[in-house]
């Protein structure tokens, strides 16, 4: 799993909003250094990175809404809910097949065939769930939702 980085130059005496000005888009820019790694989707360990380096960002957004006009904080989080949402079905397929793989090597000297199929399968679901997470990132790009959510935070601070 991928560390926070420090973030520098705050300060305790610093106004709130000029804190959350470095805060959130250093953790942002966590969450969408995964991106291209998750949208490959040959590491599902960039996949994990982006779904906790997005967890943060909603995290320190929802604890400091107060400090955004209520209607457009609401825009945004929903956005960003939707995309942690997107990325926790694919982790969630990743989880439970690393699961399966691993049930099946305690069982290695028994019939595996019913644990072949149903990892398929789930490999098969994973990689719809991926594909719509996909279109999804690509949606957002096109949308210039990371200029859009850096854009939000200046504006709104």
Known sequence: MAKAKKIHGLEPDKPLAECLKVILPV???E??????????????EALHDMRVASRRVQAVFKMFRQVFPKKKFKAEYNELRMLIRSLGEVRDYDVFIDKLQKL??????????????????????REEKRKLLVNHINQLNKAGYKEHFLNFVNENL
Not at 31 to 44: A, K, R
């Open 104 to 125: 099946k090597r305690d069982v290695a000297d028994k019939d595996t065939r019913a644990f072949d199929l149903l990892i398929i399968r789930k490999k098969a679901e």
């Open 27 to 29: 953790r942002f820019g």
């Open 31 to 44: 969450m969408t250094e995964h991106e291209q790694g998750t949208l490959e989707g040959s590491d599902i």
